[in-house]
């Protein structure tokens, strides 16, 4: 159950209203705001404003030992009227079966989309596409030798369960599970729907007892190495009225700016939904666009404390204060870097040459970052095992920043 943001932050200048809706989970009732180019707006908070964000944030998203070795594996085989055919394959045992079974119209979707579930300990676990595809099979797939190649330790093939996988690759999953630890599984709140219960499977991790550094906690040693004067700004009260947050976006706002009047900020994000680092980006905004100049990554299993990661970030930051920025830089000289760097996909070169070359203004690095909005990256008709899949737009962002600094 999501938790009540806490009082205090309530009383300050937004005034948010909460309500509970028939599941007793706290939202937040407020229209979502965005600026003239649709993009969503963000609200700045103080420390404590950003602390309760992140409790808002963490508490949607839970927690629970999943044992794979009890699994039942149910794959979506066709929808029929009223419900939707599976074959149940049991991982204990390996035997299986195939079954009819009535959902609700919104369901059968749902399951359809996915393709598959794991029902463990009377919870259906609904896979997202990465984990269907990429973590379980991190967790699962052991070495093998392959002596024939002479090639040393290699990977068992991966596993992705979709509608067309024989028995016989379920099978072999299963066998996979059976030897597999207890892992975590992070999932959204529970659902019901015709006695059965749901949750949506969006990250596994290892049963580890280490403690876990947040984006939150960081930027709290920043807030006190900084004079106590640092604000926050985030979206993320606007996007939760739309999807779940998977991640948690915020910047830090330093109260100087650059010689040049250009300000610097701090940008984190952070998830508790796997096993991905924490990512600090360091960013100029000129012109209302942002452009990181440096970035790092944080483990959330180091073994720094919070103020000496935050020493780091120190030291990274005074170096973009300080940085000659070209912003001279040409179209040219723009063009040429992306297509020797191979910045763009294939099929999109010949359109980002064009659109870098009918520029006609004295800041090609704005057009530069433009052409992002263009849909360049976007890839049609293709799967990726990973949702993080960008088509190639942050390698390109963190060139660009790059090409800034002499």
Same mark, same amino acid.
């Given at each position: ?102 959902? $609700? !119209? ?12 794991? %029902?463990?300990? *009377? &919870?259906? /676990? ?40 024989? $028995? !016989? ?12 630890? %207890?892992?975590? *599984? &992070?999932? /959204? ?218």
């Amino acid at each position: 159950m999501r938790t009540k943001i806490q009082s205090n932050y309530m009383r300050q200048r937004h005034k948010l209203r909460c309500f509970f809706d028939e599941t007793k989970n706290i939202h937040i009732k407020c229209e979502t705001k965005t600026n003239k180019k649709g993009e969503i707006n963000l609200r700045t908070f103080n420390m404590e404003g950003l602390k309760d964000l992140w409790e808002d944030y963490s508490s949607a998203i839970k927690s629970t030992k999943i044992d794979f070795k009890k699994a039942k594996i149910y794959q979506a085989k066709e929808i029929k009227t009223g419900g939707l055919e599976m074959l149940v394959t049991s991982v204990s045992t390996g035997k299986q079966e195939t079954i009819f079974e009535q959902l $609700p !119209d919104k369901m059968c979707y749902i399951i359809n989309k996915s393709e598959c579930f794991y %029902e463990i300990d *009377g &919870i259906r /676990y609904i896979p997202s596409r990465e984990v269907n595809s990429r973590t379980l099979n991190d967790y699962s797939r052991k070495n093998i030798v392959d002596d024939c190649m002479n090639k040393g330790k290699t990977k068992e093939p991966p596993i992705t369960v979709n509608h067309f996988s024989s $028995p !016989d690759t379920l099978k072999t999953l299963a066998g996979r599970l059976r030897r597999t630890d %207890e892992l975590i *599984g &992070i999932h /959204y709140k529970l659902v019901r729907a015709r006695k059965k219960v749901y949750a949506r499977l969006v990250g596994l991790k290892s049963m580890n007892g280490e403690n876990q550094i947040s984006a939150v906690e960081i930027a709290g040693c920043l807030y006190n190495k900084c004079g106590r004067s640092m604000l926050f700004e985030s979206a993320y009260l606007e996007q939760i009225k739309r999807q779940p947050a998977l991640s948690f976006t915020f910047r830090c706002k330093p109260a100087r700016l650059r010689s040049d009047g250009i300000p610097v900020c701090i940008l984190f994000q952070d998830t508790l939904s796997g096993r991905k680092s924490m990512r600090v980006d360091f960013a100029v905004k000129i012109d209302n666009r942002l452009y990181i100049l440096d970035s790092m990554e944080v483990n959330h299993r180091t073994k720094m404390s919070g103020d000496e990661i935050a020493d780091n970030i120190i030291k990274r930051f005074e170096v973009c204060y300080t940085a000659d920025l070209n912003l001279n830089i040409t179209a040219n000289d723009i063009i040429k870097n992306v297509l020797q760097k191979g910045l763009v996909p294939k099929k999109a070169e010949e359109r980002f040459v064009t659109y870098m070359s009918s520029i006609n203004t004295d800041t090609p690095i704005a057009m530069a970052s433009d052409v992002i909005k263009t849909g360049i990256f976007n890839i049609k008709n293709k799967k990726h095992t990973s949702s993080g899949y960008d088509g190639g737009k942050r390698r390109y962002e963190l060139e660009l920043g790059r090409a800034l600094i002499r």
